[in-house]
């Protein structure tokens, strides 16, 4: 009997230690990541861990190295959203008959240490990050620090965590540049001026990385919680384990000092939407690079994305954004410097923005948008030319004779190229290119040679890859 007690001890001991220790994330293996954003609720027509969960291994033939979860805690019932935009309405306002197919925002969290029951188990989610980590693939998950759901348990017990109006009132967050409401009313906003507020809100964040094994997280409009509040508690993160962590921001100083590794490359997201609907065109690419190179030091990393569940909800798919030269944008995203995201369904060809508040489901039939990401992938893992981390390859501009309408760069790394030449106008182009040597067209795997004084002709939105790996 006294040795079963020892051995369950030690069981315990054992998973606890595993929970901690699964994972060995290095600032190396995400050299070549691909990172993949799942929406559960959508991404199956069962909405559950356990659905995306027997589909991880196929991932890794996207060259995914990281999973981004969205927030799979609890939503509040409370305040629940039932349409967006300025027409939004409560659940609690549609008919009776109908509140139960509103399901609410991922965003309006009741609970830090749950999980959302419409998903699944708490054991289901940890099969979930143990079949993801047997993959070689990371987990990070979607962390909401500026505010939660009016269900919360803090809003009862210290309601001195939250803004307040003149009245006394908690408020819903106000957006800084403009002083007025965002419109997120099925959320309350969190003060971090409140110090026992930003202990527990670490305290959460620690238990999902001491408990429950994964890798880090991505934070939610993470520019707009204050910069002190980072700078305390992500060095306190990594010292339970190495992780990554992802803000939902665009400012420099996010990322200086070991706080977060990754930022979203929202410029360069709209200057690609730009370019491709004409609004713009390469010159702006340029400058959007040099301005990158100037405003973030050379180990910070940018996520790259043609979409993501903000840009797919709320400003259309990627057909309706980038129309004819979503392909060129799409593979411009895994070869220029940084990392790039693929979002639940574009693997699939998704062509519809999914509801955000109730039940959808994305396609599930692989084609041309499966093999292009795959392809791409594969590039992206395996030449280093195409690094993208804290030691990235270089990125040099090649001159044409219409840089206006032609893109063409080279990374470079370890004596590997990778060329990305791209016409990126809605005309058939015939240019000259200061680019000399024979290469492999990676897509086709057609050899190509080239002569800086040779006209080559290029189709609209036309692009190639070229690699110096015969």
Not at 89 to 117: C, I, R, T, W
Not at 162 to 169: A, D, F, L
Not at 227 to 242: C, S
Not at 244 to 262: G, R, V
Request: glycine residues 6%; neutral net charge; hydrophobic residues 35%.
């Amino acid at each position: 009997m006294k040795k079963l007690a020892i051995l369950a001890v030690f069981a315990l001991s054992f998973t606890n230690s595993y929970a901690q220790n699964t994972s060995d994330l290095t600032n190396e293996k995400l050299e070549n990541a691909v990172i993949y954003e799942v929406n559960i609720r959508q991404y199956s027509p069962e909405g559950s861990f356990n659905a995306f969960t027997k589909d991880i291994p196929n991932l890794k033939q996207l060259g995914i190295k990281v999973i981004w979860i969205m927030p799979i805690f609890p939503i509040s019932q409370t305040k629940r959203k039932a349409t967006g935009g300025d027409d939004s309405k409560f659940a609690s306002e549609m008919p009776a008959a109908e509140q139960h197919k509103y399901l609410g925002s991922y965003y309006a969290v009741s609970d830090f240490k749950k999980v959302n029951p419409e998903f699944g188990t708490l054991e289901d989610f940890r099969n979930l990050v143990k079949t993801a980590h047997e993959n070689g693939i990371y987990v990070i998950l979607d962390w909401v620090p500026n505010h939660t759901g009016w269900d919360h348990v803090w809003i009862k017990e210290h309601p001195e965590y939250y803004t307040k109006n003149e009245k006394g009132e908690i408020i819903d967050p106000i957006n800084p540049e403009t002083g007025k409401t965002w419109g997120w009313t099925d959320v309350a906003d969190l003060n971090y001026d409140n110090q026992n507020l930003r202990k527990e809100m670490t305290a959460d964040m620690k238990y999902w990385l001491q408990k429950e094994g994964i890798d880090g997280f991505r934070c939610d409009v993470a520019g707009n919680v204050p910069a002190d509040f980072w700078q305390k508690a992500i060095p306190e993160l990594r010292a339970v384990k190495n992780i990554f962590m992802l803000a939902e921001a665009w400012e420099p100083e996010l990322l200086k000092d070991n706080l977060f590794d990754m930022a979203y490359a929202w410029d360069g997201h709209h200057t690609s939407n730009k370019i491709a609907q004409g609004k713009d065109n390469v010159t702006a690419f340029d400058t959007y690079i040099t301005g990158k190179n100037k405003k973030y030091e050379a180990n910070d990393i940018l996520m790259n994305f043609v979409d993501n569940h903000d840009e797919n909800s709320w400003n259309g798919t990627i057909q309706s954004r980038l129309g004819a030269a979503e392909e060129a944008m799409t593979a411009l995203t895994y070869v220029m410097p940084g990392m790039p995201l693929v979002y639940s369904g574009n693997e699939y060809g998704l062509k519809h923005s999914l509801k955000f508040f109730e039940k959808d489901s994305i396609p599930k039939t692989k084609g041309k948008e499966w093999e292009l990401r795959a392809k791409l992938g594969q590039l992206k893992n395996e030449n280093p030319a195409l690094n993208g981390g804290k030691n990235p390859a270089s990125y040099k501009r090649i001159k044409t004779n219409d840089d206006t309408k032609i893109l063409a760069f080279e990374r470079e790394k370890d004596g590997k190229k990778v060329i990305y030449i791209a016409n990126l106008s809605n005309q058939t182009i015939e240019t000259k290119i200061q680019l000399k040597g024979d290469f492999t067209d990676y897509m086709s795997g057609n050899k190509i040679q080239f002569r800086s004084d040779a006209p080559i002709g290029l189709k609209a939105w036309q692009y190639l890859i070229l690699t110096n790996k015969l």
